[in-house]
């Protein structure tokens, strides 16, 4: 996988709440939907996110990863195709 800001941004954004978080995901995704590399790392870092919430009991933000999480995944399987998906799929297994 790339190496990529996306987890450190969304770390930033978790310190200002939900606004911040779906502000930081339409940036990124807009940005990025285009490129299968990028727009898999987005996806494993919304599922990290997701994951760490969760774990920590907040279900607000747990609540809104899962959902940008599923956006972006759905996103990336209905989009990509032949190679780029296969790499997607292997890089999210």
Do not use: C, P
């Amino acid at each position: 996988m790339i190496s990529t800001t996306f987890y450190d941004d969304f770390s930033i954004a978790d310190r200002f709440g939900a606004k911040a978080v779906q502000d930081t995901y339409n940036r990124a995704f807009e940005s990025w939907k285009d490129n299968y590399k990028y727009l898999t790392a987005l996806t494993i870092n919304l599922n990290w996110k997701l994951w760490d919430h969760y774990e920590k009991g907040n279900k607000q933000l747990a609540k809104l990863y899962e959902k940008l999480w599923m956006k972006a995944d759905s996103y990336a399987t209905t989009h990509l195709k032949g190679d780029e998906l296969q790499y997607y799929y292997k890089e999210t297994d």
